[in-house]
Structures are given as structure tokens and as C-alpha cells.
């Protein structure tokens, strides 16, 4: 159960994940169009420096045992070459769904808690989606 430490915890990192999110223009409709028409390096480069910073946090992670906010050992399961194709329809949807909209889900929130009520209706959608798919889960090729 989530104490209501971790609760103002995690409620603070969000906060300031959102807040770096727009301020690095992240959620920008026009810098997410300029990426897909490849006029500009800036979300590209962003990209980049979040995978780099992955791939470091992964190994630190590996290296020193850490562990979850129960106690428990953080694994990462090695994926199954033969399912790429499972990686390749989902990545495929979500990068559908984020030039269709313009944003992908972390920034959904943040564009709504800036003012842009739109937001609500792919949050609703987003929803919708994660909701059908834990419905269908057990009916869909794992």
C-alpha cells in the first residue's frame, strides 16, 4: 500500500517532471511537428540524452542491486527476439497516436495542468485504450 510519504513523493517528481517537460518544450505542438517533418534537431537531441541517461540509470541500477520502494530487487527480463513484432505494432500505434494528436501520454498531463483543457478527451481516449487492452489482455498473443 502506498504510504502518504510515497504518495507526496511521487506526487513532487511528477510535478517536476511536468515542469521540465514544458520548459523544455517537449510538449510543444510545433517542436513534435518540427521532429516529424525533420526540420529541427531539438526533440531529437532531447530524445537522445533521455536514452543515454537510461542506459546509465539501467546500469547503475544492474550494478549496485537497487531495489523498489518495497524492498524488492529491480529486474529488467530480457526480451524474446522472436515477439519484435509485438514491439513493432505497439510502436507503431503510439507513434500514430502521438503525431495525430501531438503529444504523447507523459505531456497529456502536463498540457492539461498548463491550461489547454483539450487535453481531457486523449486523456479519455488514453484511458479507454489501456482499459480495453487489461480487458482483452488474456485474449491477445503474449
Known amino acids: 500500500m502506498l504510504s502518504i510519504k510515497d504518495f507526496f513523493t511521487f506526487l513532487f517528481a511528477g510535478i517536476l517532471f511536468g515542469f521540465v517537460l514544458m520548459k523544455s518544450e517537449v510538449v510543444s505542438w510545433f517542436r513534435i511537428q518540427e521532429m516529424f517533418r525533420f526540420d529541427a534537431f531539438h526533440m531529437y537531441g532531447i530524445i537522445g540524452v533521455a536514452i543515454f541517461v537510461g542506459l546509465i540509470s539501467i546500469q547503475l541500477i544492474k550494478r549496485f542491486g537497487v531495489k ?15 515477439q519484435v513484432y509485438r514491439y513493432v505494432i505497439g510502436g507503431t500505434f503510439f507513434g500514430l497516436g502521438w503525431a495525430l494528436l501531438g503529444a504523447c501520454p507523459g505531456p497529456m498531463f502536463a498540457l492539461l495542468g498548463s491550461g489547454l483543457t483539450i487535453m481531457i478527451i486523449p486523456i479519455l481516449a488514453a484511458l479507454a485504450g489501456t482499459y480495453t487492452y487489461g480487458a482483452l489482455r488474456s485474449k491477445l498473443p503474449h
Open 68 to 82: 523498489d520502494t518495497s524492498g524488492n530487487p529491480i529486474s529488467i527480463p530480457p526480451k524474446d527476439p522472436k
